[in-house]
């Protein structure tokens, strides 16, 4: 059945701009003198400064939450034809937020920003021919809609086609259409989609039945907080499907899909419990009460072990980084050694390749390309020299990713020296914790902008060797300029910040971010 939810903005309609090699000078303005300047210029009548302000009084952004301001801003942007403007506000009308819902107002709306061709408003649109909200039902014109989104690397959209694919409803019934969907839009982070892959692996619906993958893709739901993904890890790992047999953790994900409102979540809890020994229903108790969001579930001293997969390849994983988007055509950024010597990348949890394109071993450099559209991708800070010793950094990647949380792990520290190892000035030094699997995460500053990229990790045992000291957290990253460079002498398209509020940001946010353009990458031999 289609999950008729309207997509949220955030991230969607960011702030960033997409910017040649030879990005140009932007003055250097703090924080309130850019609240003032975006002021002006909204005041003046810029649709663009009118939509950026309009959307910050709606999220609370910066400035005070004030929805009554919000839609004035929102509406005179929208006015001036400003597709952001009009996607936003017909979204707000479709679900009744901060205004009246207006099922007619919604409509026209997302239709104006639609034509315009964006992304996040075709999909939205095409829910509303589906609901038949302020237009008649049409799933023709729906399934138009989906197409051209999913077409644009929109993962609401994607997700929205694979789901017409397989109900069949505007397009012919096609569960393989309907996987090759799923897996665009689950590899960009959405929930559904990720449960969706899941369960077309478990029960082999247009693709190879595989039940390792199919609980790989329900690990990656249930760490959002996807009820039936907890589920249905609840049911493997009580059966023993695609991972191995634990009672303990099946009673934790059913008690957390429980708790969540999935309607069959007690039932199989209950089930459960009657196989659990006290010390076992406590510990279960205690690891379902302790979860956060963004995590998934391990006994202590305990790994992931998934059930050999279905598929078995020739070559072996030997290794795992982290990699990062920086372009909408696919580019990514990792470490020289962590893709260098590899026969093959892989995303982790994606059947497709990416393509290795250059390496750079004197800076530890690689970039990579990805298949498919791109939708988020990093903002790389465009005056990295400005980067303070002492200044807080956040580090987001995927290390030990058998162990950790398959979300990623936001790791925070400060930049404890501008030069790295031998005072060589292609890197930094951060204290952020640094484990296997860390290498090529991007490194942070507060307004969410990639100033480095982790590289290494100073080796305790050859420290105390060379020193008679041990070295406490000295982790090291590629510098934000050399990077920048990097980028620029490869012609690569990279994002980077605009001058409109330019915020701090919480260490929640910055991961909610964060983990839209990061993934786990696989090293094969």
């Not at 019934?173 to 309907?178: E, G, I, M, Q, Y």
């Not at 990647?397 to 950790?404: K, M």
């Not at 790791?411 to 060589?424: E, Q, R």
Request: proline share 3%; aromatic share 6%.
């Amino acid at each position: 059945m289609l999950h008729l939810a309207f997509a949220a903005f955030i991230g969607g309609c960011g702030d960033g701009v997409q910017v040649s090699p030879a990005a140009h000078e932007e003055a250097k303005l703090s924080p309130e003198q850019e609240l003032a300047e975006v002021v002006k210029k909204a005041a003046s009548g810029d649709a663009r400064a009118q939509y950026t302000l309009g959307r910050a009084y709606d999220k609370g952004e910066g400035v005070p939450k004030d929805s009554v301001k919000a839609v004035e801003l929102l509406q005179k942007s929208a006015a001036q034809g400003d597709a952001r403007a009009q996607a936003y506000l017909g979204t707000m009308y479709a679900e009744g937020e901060g205004v009246p819902k207006d099922s007619v107002k919604a409509v026209e709306l997302l239709q104006e920003s639609a034509v315009q061709g964006d992304a996040q408003a075709q999909a939205n649109l095409g829910v509303v021919y589906v609901l038949g909200e302020g237009v008649p039902k049409d799933s023709a014109k729906a399934v138009a809609w989906f197409q051209k989104s999913a077409a644009q690397g929109n993962a609401h959209g994607q997700n929205m086609l694979a789901l017409s694919y397989q109900d069949g409803i505007g397009v012919p019934k096609d569960l393989a259409r309907a996987v090759e969907w799923w897996r665009k839009s689950a590899a960009q982070g959405t929930a559904n989609a990720q449960w969706s892959l899941g369960a077309a692996y478990d029960n082999g619906e247009g693709v190879a039945k595989d039940h390792a993958k199919a609980v790989e893709w329900w690990q990656k739901a249930a760490a959002q907080g996807h009820v039936e993904a907890q589920l249905a890890l609840g049911v493997s790992y009580y059966r023993g499907e695609g991972v191995a047999k634990d009672v303990v953790l099946g009673y934790a994900w059913s008690s957390l899909a429980a708790a969540g409102g999935e309607e069959t979540g007690a039932t199989v809890r209950d089930a459960i419990e009657s196989s659990l020994s006290a010390n076992e229903r406590t510990e279960a108790q205690r690891l379902a009460s302790n979860w956060k969001k963004g995590e998934i579930l391990v006994r202590e001293g305990t790994a992931v072990h998934p059930a050999p997969s279905a598929t078995p390849d020739a070559r072996s994983k030997r290794g795992s980084g982290t990699i990062f988007l920086v372009s909408k055509t696919g580019h990514a950024i990792t470490n020289q050694h962590v893709a260098g010597d590899c026969l093959e990348l892989r995303i982790q949890g994606r059947d497709d390749v990416v393509k290795l394109l250059i390496a750079d071993k004197v800076n530890d450099l690689a970039l990579v390309q990805l298949q498919g559209a791109v939708t988020d991708t990093a903002t790389i800070a465009l005056e990295p020299g400005r980067l303070r010793q002492g200044e807080e950094i956040v580090a987001f990647g995927f290390p030990l990713n058998a162990v950790l949380s398959s979300g990623g792990n936001l790791s925070p520290g400060v930049v404890s020296a501008l030069t790295g190892l031998g005072n060589n000035t292609n890197q930094i030094q951060i204290t952020a914790p640094m484990q296997p699997g860390s290498s090529g995460s991007p490194v942070l500053n507060k307004k969410g902008e990639v100033v480095g990229v982790v590289s290494m990790k100073l080796d305790d045992m050859k420290m105390t060797k060379a020193t008679g000291q041990v070295g406490q957290n000295v982790n090291f990253a590629v510098s934000g300029q050399t990077l920048k460079s990097f980028l620029d002498a490869h012609k690569v398209p990279y994002t980077t910040r605009s001058s409109y509020f330019s915020w701090e940001k919480t260490a929640a946010d910055l991961a909610d971010e964060a983990r839209k353009w990061t993934l786990a990458v696989e090293c094969w031999k």
